[in-house]
């Protein structure tokens, strides 16, 4: 296989992460947003094998979940992003997975003042679900982990992360189109402007 982008310690691939987790070598960290299941429907097939993956893979992991529907794996530790929103879908849950021991909880809060867009580090958002660039930021200083996997990789955030932190990563997409913005991201070159 080819990948769709390779540079720089960062690497994109185009497909079904079912398929691609088995033939990539050890990752230190899986930092990744799912879909997520309903109550009605198993939106990506979680029985058929992708559970067991993240079962059997020894590194630390933070999964980004809905609190509509029960975590389905083992965990360590909850991190909460508090969106600041206001509404229904105000806050997520972020399960650790892997190293550390015991109950603990993060909170991030999105800051009341400041423009979502900029807090996310684009002028606008690229996928539905994207998560705020600075919020993945502070998961990898937490994380301390060098080599990241994120197998929904979406429209690249933890990517653009990873390479803002100068830190190796690998992206799985099973959409061109995401492979294609992220891939953009990526080719800009990154200018720091503080926090």
Request: proline share 6%; hydrophobic share 35%; glycine share 8%.
């Amino acid at each position: 296989m080819t990948p769709y982008y390779d540079k720089d310690g960062i690497t994109i691939w185009l497909g079904d992460c079912r398929e691609i987790l088995p033939t990539l070598g050890k990752v230190d960290l899986v930092l990744t947003d799912p879909p997520y299941p309903t109550w009605k429907q198993d939106e990506y097939h979680y029985e058929d094998g992708l559970l067991e993956q993240f079962r059997e893979m020894t590194c630390q992991q933070f999964i980004f979940w809905t609190p509509a529907v029960p975590f389905p794996l083992d965990w360590c530790g909850m991190h909460v992003w508090d969106k600041a929103t206001g509404s229904n879908t105000q806050f997520e849950l972020i399960y650790q997975r892997g190293r550390g021991t015991g109950y603990k909880i993060h909170r991030y809060i999105t800051p009341h003042n400041r423009v979502r867009a900029n807090w996310c580090g684009d002028v606008c958002l690229d996928h539905y679900s994207q998560k705020p660039l600075q919020l993945i930021r502070q998961l990898f200083k937490d994380a301390d982990a060098g080599n990241v996997c994120d197998p929904f990789m979406g429209s690249g955030t933890t990517l653009h992360a990873a390479k803002r932190e100068g830190r190796r990563a690998i992206g799985i997409e099973i959409e061109e189109k995401y492979c294609e913005i992220a891939a953009e991201r990526l080719r800009q070159g990154v200018l720091e402007f503080g926090d």
